[in-house]
């Protein structure tokens, strides 16, 4: 008996602004590196522990109001990673 094709699964995530969960790609990673620095990791395979933001200038600013990263990697997040994610709503462009 065939089983038949399955489709592949897709990966979500949860934003951690809005709390929506989303492909994993449509969203941001911010990778807290082994070393303890933050960065924004455009790949989303860098090592170390990483959370998600939707690619909205509101979610970032959910996520800086509701301390979603802080959260997240429980402790200090830099305020500089907020100002890097500077990116056009698109109900905005409209």
């Known amino acids: ?3 038949g ?5 897709t990966p979500l995530r949860k934003c951690v ?3 929506e969960m989303k492909a994993k ?3 941001v990673r911010i ?3 082994p070393g303890g620095g933050f960065e924004i990791d455009h790949t989303g ?6 959370a998600y933001v939707c690619a909205l200038a509101a979610c970032a600013a959910k996520a800086q109001k509701s301390k979603g990263f802080e959260r997240s ?5 830099p305020k500089e ?8 709503d698109p109900a905005e462009v409209e």
């Open 45 to 50: 395979k860098r090592a170390g522990r990483g």
């Open 73 to 77: 990697y429980k402790g200090g997040f």
């Open 1 to 3: 008996m065939s089983r």
């Open 5 to 9: 094709k399955t489709s592949p699964k």
């Open 81 to 88: 990673i907020y100002a890097q994610l500077q990116y056009a």
């Open 17 to 19: 602004g809005c709390g």
């Open 25 to 27: 790609a449509e969203l």
């Open 31 to 33: 990778v807290r590196a």
